[in-house]
């Protein structure tokens, strides 16, 4: 069933990519992108976008009518997908979610997606560029800041280093950071 994509202010956002089918009625073995994949487990709609480089681009709705976590994985039963054959052919496609269907983080939380554009600045008001990455990389998740020079910094995103973050204006996102101009 395809329908309209959401509008911009519901932008897909990617939580995962197909790894294998599971099983063979059709189940999809997904790796999430986040270490806790509370928004894919709980998702009772998904899109399946086409694999990075397929000749094809598509992107498509499914209802989930099961998905559970297995080894590291989630694995995702769909409406409609009902063999390995199918499932085989998905494998490398990348699965999005609308971001109206992610659960409110809690405070101090934040999803990597919404942090991506916030200018960041130090203590004095020294501003550093716009965050334009996030990685992870095995310690702690990292901001990745470029300025318009396209110097790049990296800044742990730990309470140690960030002072504030302020989201709640889309239009002026911004982190203030306890980090040297010099670092």
């Known amino acids: 069933m395809s329908v309209e994509l959401p509008t911009l202010h519901q932008e897909l956002i990617e939580v995962g990519t197909i790894i294998e089918a599971y099983g063979i009625r059709g189940a999809l073995k997904v790796r999430p992108f986040a270490t806790d994949p509370v928004a894919l487990l709980a998702a009772k709609e998904i899109w399946i976008k086409s694999a990075p480089g397929s000749l094809v681009l598509s992107v498509k709705d499914y209802q989930v009518y099961l998905s559970k976590f297995h080894s590291g994985s989630v694995i995702l039963e769909l409406v409609g997908l009902t063999d390995r054959d199918q499932a085989l052919a998905m494998k490398s496609a990348r699965i999005a979610m ?49 300025n318009d020079v396209k110097k790049q910094r990296l800044i742990p995103f730990v309470k140690t280093f960030i002072i504030d973050v302020n989201l709640s204006d889309p239009m002026a996102k911004k982190i203030i950071v306890d980090w040297q101009s010099d670092w």
Not at 119 to 137: K, T
């Open 98 to 146: 609308a971001r109206k269907h992610f659960p409110t983080p809690g405070e101090d939380e934040f999803y990597w997606t919404d942090l991506l554009g916030a200018q960041v600045e130090n203590q004095a008001g020294e501003p550093f560029g716009q965050v334009v990455e996030m990685m992870d990389n095995g310690a702690q998740s990292v901001l990745s800041v470029v």
